[in-house]
């Protein structure tokens, strides 16, 4: 059975979180303060979490970073603040998700549940050992999925690994943030393209020698993006 830890202060939002996700099958823990939220993320073993920002103790912005500086499980963030700048934030610390309260506790089990397959399809993936992408010194290794640029190692996200193999393995063709949205985020209707913009910019910032004339993504404005080789 997966295991979920949401992180949230608010006692009764939690609870209904916990009853709808049991529902549908996982197992669910609750921790209502951010630094005992982040000690149990960092020292148990858990499938997603559900971090809350405005926290005691510790904010989830600080949470969400140190929980990807050692691990690369779902993180989906949930706040009452509606700016982009804060969606921004925390998708550029390496969340996967941002929903604004309130939102429907069947919204929350759907990304959820797309999140968490998506994640087992990619940890028991059973692709050969030689599935290399080579281009112009940048080195995606599928199977590992890990990223060279000139013989260094860069370290990157779930979903950013996800959106550069994607389109390392689909080269010069152009694809729209919708299109790129359905594809990485497995949904149709639910999120916000605002995320495909902040990964490609994440993705840029660690493979791109320089990020203001990319060569590999390219912008194509008015369309999308495609991988140059």
């Known amino acids: 059975m997966s295991k979920i830890l949401i992180i949230e202060d608010e006692e009764a939002i939690a609870e209904l979180e916990k009853d709808y996700l049991e529902l549908s099958g996982f197992e669910v823990e609750i921790e209502g303060s951010g630094d005992t939220g982040l000690a149990r993320a960092l020292s148990e073993n858990f499938d997603l979490y559900i971090l809350d920002l405005m926290l005691p103790k510790v904010d989830g912005y600080e949470i969400c970073r ?118 990485i985020w497995a949904q149709e209707s639910v999120g916000d393209i605002t995320t495909v913009t902040v990964h490609i910019k994440k993705i840029r910032e660690k493979i791109e020698l320089n990020t203001a004339k990319p060569q590999y993504i390219e912008t194509i404005w008015g369309v999308g993006y495609r991988f140059k080789i």
């Open 66 to 183: 140190q929980i990807r500086a050692e691990k690369n499980t779902p993180i989906i963030m949930v706040s009452a603040k509606k700016d982009d700048i804060d969606k921004i934030r925390g998708l550029g610390l390496g969340a996967d998700d941002y929903m604004t309260k309130p939102f429907s506790p069947s919204e929350l089990v759907a990304r959820v549940k797309a999140h968490m397959s998506r994640y087992e399809r990619l940890v028991n993936s059973s692709a050969p050992a030689n599935d290399m992408i080579e281009v112009r010194g940048l080195k995606i290794d599928i199977t590992a999925r890990r990223v060279w640029v000139n013989d260094e190692e860069k370290f990157l996200t779930t979903k950013e690994f996800d959106l550069l193999a994607f389109l390392a393995s689909n080269p010069n063709k152009v694809y729209s943030k919708q299109d790129l949205f359905r594809e």
